[in-house]
């Protein structure tokens, strides 16, 4: 049994379950069957993980008091975009830098702080600065696809 009227109710979260099914078909990166290891996969590649804090590389592991973690998770295939994920427990607003690959260009694609939530590609905005700002308790994802 089902109750269809939840559907209606909760329209807005339907909508952000669908996009983010079409944002994983599109990135085979996220479904990946090999465990990421923080090396290239192929010859002056990224390395297909790359882990961050609000400076790049430089995770706050041994902090206990860390609120944020990024990552960079390097195209698998031919055309993919790579992404770049931003989870920002803190309360307040966190700036983070993004790395610079030469030729590509970051665009926006999710900001749970923002209406909506997830953009397709053909709606994303790109990124103009070297740094993103993220609001508290919130993800930000940035696809990088070449310019």
């Known amino acids: 049994w089902f109750d269809w009227r939840l559907v209606e109710r909760h ?19 996220l479904r990946r069957r090999q465990f990421l290891v923080g090396k290239p996969e192929r010859d002056g590649g990224l390395p297909d993980i790359g882990w961050h804090g609000t400076a790049l590389h430089r995770p706050a592991w041994d902090d206990p008091q ?14 993919e975009a790579h992404l770049h994920v931003v989870l920002n427990m803190h309360d307040d607003v966190r700036n983070c830098e993004l790395p610079d690959i030469p030729g590509w260009r970051w665009y926006n694609a999710l900001n749970t702080a923002a209406q909506p939530p997830i953009l397709a590609p053909e709606m994303q905005t790109p990124c103009g600065e070297r740094r993103v700002a993220v609001a508290g308790r919130s993800v930000r994802v940035l696809e990088a696809r070449p310019d």
């Open 66 to 79: 860390a609120r944020l973690l990024a990552f960079t998770l390097a195209a698998s295939v031919e055309g």
């Open 11 to 29: 329209a807005d979260l339907l909508a952000f379950v669908r996009e983010l099914i079409a944002l994983r078909r599109r990135h085979p990166n």
